[in-house]
C-alpha cells in the first residue's frame, strides 16, 4: 500500500488551506495539535482555543468509543481505517462525517500521531433528503413503504403497502409491527428496530406479514434510518417487496434499463473484483472516459489513495447486501482533475 503518512509539520500548511475536508492531527498522547482552516469556519473557532479541548467538545457522546477504538488500531497496525461520526457545528447541531484515519510520521519516519480526513457524510443526512425520497417512492406500486416514528408507529404508507396489507390508510395508520407481525419473528424485529434506532441500515429476507384478511405473505424488506436536525435517529422508512411476485425482478429490470439510458446521472456496474462492466453516456459526460475505453479496467483508476480506503470498506458492506445513498466523495476525471461527486451503491 502506498504510504498516506504526513511527514512532520512541513506539510501542515497544505491541510491548513484544504478547502473540501475538515482536517486535524491528534497526537501519539491522543492530544489534538492541529485544525484545518475548514474545521475552525466549520466549528467557528480559534485554533488556539480548539487545540486545549478534549474529544466530548467536537464529537458525538456515541462515537467517542469507536473513534478511541479506531485510533488504537491505527497505531497497532500502522494502517488507514475507515469511520463514520458526528462532529459539532458552530450552531451546536450534530452533522455526520466519514472519517479516514492514518498514520503520521516525523521526518525520521517515527510515529508521531494521527492525520484524520473527514468528508461530510450526505448518506446520513436521510431527514433533509427523506421527503423527495418517499415522495418517488411512494408512486411505485410493485413496493410497499411504510414511515414510522422512533416509537415505531406507523405515520404514512403508500400504495404499494395497500396492496400489501390489505389495509386503507385511515385502519393502518398508528399500527406498530405487532399489529402485523408473527408472534414467532417479534423478537427479531425489536432486535432490527434497536439496529435502525442506533442508524444501522437492516435487511430481512424472509419477513412474514399478516394481512388484514389473515393470510401470511412472505416479504424482502429494507429498514433505513431517518435523520433529525439533532443528528438523531427520529423514525424509519421500511421498503417490503412481496417475495412472491414474480413481476418484481422483471419491474426492477426495466426501471433499471430505463434509469441506465439517461445522461444526468453516472452508472457504472463492476464485478467483485472492482472491473466495470458496464458505463453509461452519464457516466462519460462527468469523467470523461468512453465505455470502449473504461470497460474492463478497475474501478479504483479513478480513486485517490485515500478515497480507495473508504470504496474498501464500501464495498465490503455491499457484499453483505447493504445499500448506501448520496456519498460524497473525489473522483479524477479522464484529464487529471479532480470532481465531487454524490455517490449511491447497490449490490
Known sequence: MKDLSIESDSNYQKHANESNKLIFLINENYDFSFFNKKWLSYRGAQLC???????????????????????????????????????????????????????????????????????????????????????????????????????????????GAQNIFGYTKEEFIGKTSSDYVPAHQINEIIKIHDKVAKGEQVYLSDAEIIRKNGSIVICSTVYTPIYGDDGEVNGYIIIFYDANDEKIAEKKAQSLSAFFSTDDAGIVIRDKNAYIKEWNVGAENILGYTAEEIIGKRSDLMTSELGRVEMDNIFARLSKGEHFSHIEAERKHKNGRIINCSLSFSP
Open 49 to 159: 482555543d480548539e487545540i486545549k479541548k478534549v474529544p466530548e467538545d467536537f464529537f458525538h457522546i456515541n462515537d467517542i468509543k469507536g473513534l478511541k477504538a479506531a485510533l488504537d488500531s491505527v497505531k497497532n497496525q500502522l494502517e488507514p481505517t475507515f469511520l463514520e461520526l458526528r462532529i459539532k457545528n458552530k450552531l451546536g447541531k450534530f452533522e455526520w462525517f466519514a472519517a479516514i484515519i492514518s498514520p503520521s510520521y516525523s521526518a525520521e519516519k517515527i510515529f508521531n500521531g494521527f492525520i484524520i480526513h473527514c468528508r461530510e457524510f450526505v448518506e446520513k443526512r436521510i431527514y433533509q433528503e427523506s421527503l423527495h425520497i418517499i415522495s418517488a417512492l411512494f408512486s411505485v406500486e410493485y413496493a410497499g413503504i411504510i414511515v414510522k416514528d422512533i416509537d415505531g408507529k406507523v405515520k404514512d404508507f403508500n400504495v
